[in-house]
């Protein structure tokens, strides 16, 4: 039972495009979603969240959409750039009642071209 | 550098064996978070523990087993290995035991079972 899905395994985007991750997820238990990048040999590295009271959480670069009543989330990248070039692992946790758990997607392989 | 640490960075053994892979936290962070990947399973979580106190456990074989120790670092120790525990093997953690909090990751174990 995947509760989180990544159902893109790969996006391909040319530097300074937009870079668009979808996530969509199960559990309406879940009120916090957190995005992760990842390169090979090393462990994910924290990008952005955002808690199911918002719909938008900018930083920098990556902006995070929610829309609840689908289910779904996305991370927008722009501009993007090569060094983008990573796995990208959406997360989501059930707040007070699950701790600190995560649910992981299976991920997107985002190759930025330059 | 996320602050995590973990050692070893890479361990290969014997189907049967018992191995111990150990975390350490950021300084300040009272929550450890185990997550396991393989290849086709994606990250999946193994067990919080926070302030020494077990909080939360997935899908963890009883032949896994936890602790976390007075000064906050921890281990998870694996026993009777089979070759399917062949992994990377990760630990996390985070400043409290709630959810709401983004997980910082270390570099993680690569786990070999041949």
């Known amino acids: 039972d995947q509760q989180v899905k990544q159902n893109s395994p790969s996006l391909s985007v040319q530097e300074g495009r937009i870079s668009i991750l979808n996530c969509d997820y199960t559990?309406?238990?879940?009120?916090?979603f957190l995005w992760y990048k990842k390169y090979p040999a090393e462990g994910p590295t924290f990008l952005i969240s955002?808690?199911?009271?918002?719909d938008k959480n900018e930083d920098g670069r990556f902006t995070v959409f929610l829309n609840k009543s689908a289910k779904h989330l996305s991370l927008h990248i722009v501009p993007s750039q090569p060094g983008d070039s990573a796995v990208y692992f959406c997360a989501a946790n059930a707040g007070g009642t699950s701790y600190g758990k995560l649910t992981f997607g299976q991920g997107t392989i985002l190759t930025v071209h330059p | 550098d996320s602050g995590v640490t973990q050692t070893p960075k890479h361990l290969i053994t014997a189907t049967g064996q018992r191995v111990t892979l150990r975390c350490s936290p950021r300084?300040?962070?009272?929550?450890v978070y185990w997550y396991q990947q393989s290849l086709d399973q994606g990250l999946q979580f193994l067990i919080h523990?926070?302030?020494?106190?077990?909080?939360a456990k997935g899908n963890i074989l009883e032949r896994f087993s936890a602790q976390q120790f007075p000064d906050l670092h921890s281990e998870l120790n694996l026993s009777s290995l089979e070759l399917g525990d062949s992994a990377l093997y990760f630990c996390?953690?985070?400043?409290?035991?709630?959810?709401?909090?983004?997980?910082?990751f270390g570099p993680g174990t690569r786990l070999t079972v041949l």
């Open positions: 996390a953690s985070s400043p409290t035991g709630q959810g709401y909090n983004e997980q910082f």
């Open positions: 300084s300040g962070d009272l929550s």
């Open positions: 955002i808690s199911s009271i918002k």
């Open positions: 559990n309406s238990m879940f009120d916090y």
């Open positions: 523990y926070y302030n020494g106190e077990e909080r």
